[in-house]
């Protein structure tokens, strides 16, 4: 197939669900539940039940996707593309916001500690929406409000711990179920030395999964003199840090650049330590990343060449 339009995607022809996600940043399963749940998209059927998608479906979904980030609910997103009334400035909603909405009920179910009411909440949201719009909306606010409420005194630290295990747990499992069968690059994924949380790291690793990427995930505080053997022997393409503003200097100043010398695949860095070294990140030889998980990967779809 050819690319002649202005996204770069084939003009003729017709593509399988795993292309349509790595294009769109749409899992599989998120495009089946709008078919299913909406009939946003009609995909044909082969004779053995395999869908595949036209680039007018690929350009579709990318509209709801742009329609979904700018606030609006899958439900709307239907009621809007059914009336034809989609418009390029950005939608305002002052009377609900369905994400808060989400957010009280994801508060209620951590302040009763209630495992079964995260679970039902958890697989709603991240099979109606793509893992990067649920991340941005949801999960951060919620994580950065659990600290907030924690250091006022209006929290626990117990609260904060219990929905830290349980998204670790569910983040975990899901990007063990999602990881098979994927046919892009290989990226190596770690958190920086110091760095004890992985929630990022294992949101980042689902929406490289939705790109089609392989990932070789290796979890928090990384020495990253561990790194080189592991690129040398499992032909790694890339390298993906994490790392928030608890980091140490010396870790960007000096075992960073240690890296870069040593490895011959672009080193890429993302996470809040961003805010604070971006520039030091980039005098090591490192690809600093945009907090948006879609951009990141852009970002390094764009270094790889792969499109």
Request: include cysteine; hydrophobic fraction near 45%.
């Amino acid at each position: 197939m050819k690319a002649n339009n202005s996204n770069g995607l084939p003009d003729e022809g017709m593509v399988p669900i795993r292309t349509v996600s790595s294009l769109t940043g749409v899992n599989s399963v998120t495009l089946r539940a709008w078919e299913r749940r909406y009939d946003l998209i009609k995909p044909i059927r082969t004779p053995k039940g395999h869908r595949l998608y036209t680039m007018a479906d690929v350009e579709l979904i990318q509209q709801v996707v742009s329609l979904l980030d700018r606030g609006m609910s899958i439900g709307q997103v239907h009621q809007v593309l059914d009336a034809d009334k989609v418009r390029a400035e950005p939608v305002v909603e002052p009377e609900f916001d369905f994400w808060s909405s989400y957010q009280r009920r994801l508060f209620a179910a951590i302040a009763a500690f209630d495992d079964g009411e995260l679970n039902e909440i958890y697989n709603e949201v991240l099979a109606l929406y793509p893992v990067d719009i649920v991340t941005s909306r949801l999960i951060v606010p919620l994580l950065r409000e659990l600290g907030e409420r924690w250091a006022q005194g209006s929290g626990s630290i117990a609260e904060e711990h219990f929905f830290s295990v349980f998204l670790r747990n569910k983040l975990g499992a899901r990007f063990h179920h999602l990881s098979r069968d994927r046919q892009g690059p290989k990226l190596l994924a770690a958190g920086l030395p110091g760095e004890q949380h992985e929630v990022g790291l294992l949101l980042f690793a689902l929406a490289a999964l939705d790109w089609d990427y392989r990932v070789v995930l290796l979890g928090p505080n990384t020495p990253l003199g561990e790194l080189p053997p592991v690129v040398a022997h499992t032909a790694i393409q890339a390298i993906v840090l994490a790392g928030s503003l608890e980091v140490a200097a010396s870790v960007v100043e000096e075992e960073l650049p240690r890296l870069c010398r040593v490895v011959t695949v672009p080193v890429f860095v993302g996470g809040r330590i961003t805010e604070r070294y971006r520039d030091a990140i980039a005098a090591a030889g490192a690809l600093p990343l945009a907090d948006d998980l879609n951009l990141a990967l852009r970002g390094i779809d764009s270094t790889l060449a792969r499109h």
